[in-house]
């Protein structure tokens, strides 16, 4: 196996159906390709949250800086409407297709393929390491959080890091990420007494109650966005009675929301508005909150310069710097050092027949080569 060549590896990744939270051979793969360039590799197993998770952290050099990429190899379930293998990584048309591709077996394979080049002319100013994890996809609480807490306990620290998610959109060079919103999830049950609807004076109907808690919770914009982030926003994602009866009020009525929120608030302070609002409104209610993650940013600096400037280099395109999505694991590594994000078109990612460009892997590769030069090459 070519080890510069990031084609070759990432079929090796997609032929290995690593659907969370199996791992499938993956991290085998990738650990002998890293061994083979003179990468230490520890691999570290969790299963607080389920099955044991696979995760593989691997460095090459002692000293710092410790510039570090990371990813994940788990993917999601196939689906349906492939009219491809989805595990056979095939090359048709100047593309690599396979569950993967996208997200993110091919950009792995460009981080490996640019340290190969990259080693090719000489030894790091400092360390390279690999931060890989088999649990993003899934809960995500045995995967990159484990390694970076095995990592703080071996005193090890991280200088910058560089996720390798699909953050283009359209075009690569497109699209970089210097921070993500927060994410919260609440589930409200409203309690009341049930009845007959002819008599609803004995009853105690907790819908409206619920519906005005939902009417104050929507009626204004949580904010206009900032400089770097857009306006957070409340999405209701359930609102269900369960009544099928149509002469019974209800004894329960339940809804669902998810927040999406910049820097301007917490999941703390958010937690805080909810419970709020719910007792303005008064009644029986439960209130579950989960925060899966807070907002972040990492303010443009040498980092994201150096990897801006290594993007136009390559593709002639000026990145725009985003906050935009869904969350990642950077919002763990944000903890511990520096990091942004930047990898392949993400068009077709959890989708059927998904698939990335090979011109793109390979420029791709030759922008993370510029990174490596910029951070650990000679003076």
């Not at 083979?36 to 000293?63: K, M, Q, V």
Request: glycine letters at 10%; proline letters at 5%.
């Amino acid at each position: 196996m070519s080890l510069s060549d990031p084609v070759v590896l990432a079929q090796a990744l997609i032929r290995c159906p690593s659907i969370t939270p199996e791992d499938a051979g993956a991290m085998d793969v990738l650990a002998e390709a890293l061994g083979r360039l003179g990468f230490t590799c520890h691999h570290i197993a969790s299963a607080t949250g389920g099955p044991s998770i696979r995760n593989l952290y691997a460095r090459l050099g002692r000293e710092e800086p410790n510039f570090c990429f990371a990813g994940h190899t788990d993917v999601v379930p196939v689906g349906k409407g492939w009219t491809t293998e989805p595990f056979a990584g095939d090359v048709i048309d100047g593309k690599l297709f396979g569950r993967g591709a996208a997200d993110m077996k091919g950009g792995i394979a460009c981080f490996v393929a640019a340290v190969a080049r990259f080693l090719a002319k000489g030894s790091p100013k400092g360390s390279i390491s690999l931060l890989i994890t088999g649990d993003e996809e899934g809960p995500a609480v045995d995967g990159t959080v484990k390694v970076l807490d095995w990592l703080a306990a071996r005193a090890e620290t991280l200088s910058a890091c560089i996720v390798g998610e699909p953050t283009n959109p359209r075009f690569l060079g497109e699209m970089m990420k210097i921070g993500r919103r927060g994410s919260l999830n609440c589930r409200l049950t409203v309690f009341g007494t049930q009845g007959h609807s002819a008599y609803p004076h004995l009853a105690d109907n907790p819908i409206p109650r619920l519906l005005e808690i939902l009417r104050r919770l929507t009626e204004q914009p949580l904010d206009e966005g900032n400089a770097h982030f857009q306006a957070s926003t409340l999405a209701l994602t359930t609102v269900d009675v369960g009544n099928l009866a149509t002469n019974v009020i209800p004894a329960e009525a339940r809804a669902g929301f998810n927040i999406r929120f910049n820097d301007l608030h917490s999941g703390a302070s958010l937690e805080r508005w909810v419970r709020d609002t719910v007792a303005l409104v008064g009644g029986d209610v439960e209130v579950t909150v989960e925060i899966s993650g807070e907002s972040f940013l990492t303010q443009p600096g040498s980092l994201s310069d150096g990897l801006a400037q290594a993007v136009t280099a390559v593709t002639g395109h000026i990145p725009e710097l985003s906050t935009t999505g869904g969350t990642s694991d950077a919002r763990f590594i944000k903890n511990y050092c520096p990091v942004v994000e930047f990898g392949l078109v993400g068009q077709s990612m959890h989708k059927s027949d998904e698939h990335v460009r090979v011109a793109d892997m390979e420029a791709l590769t030759e922008i993370y080569l510029h990174v490596l030069d910029a951070m650990v090459g000679p003076s």
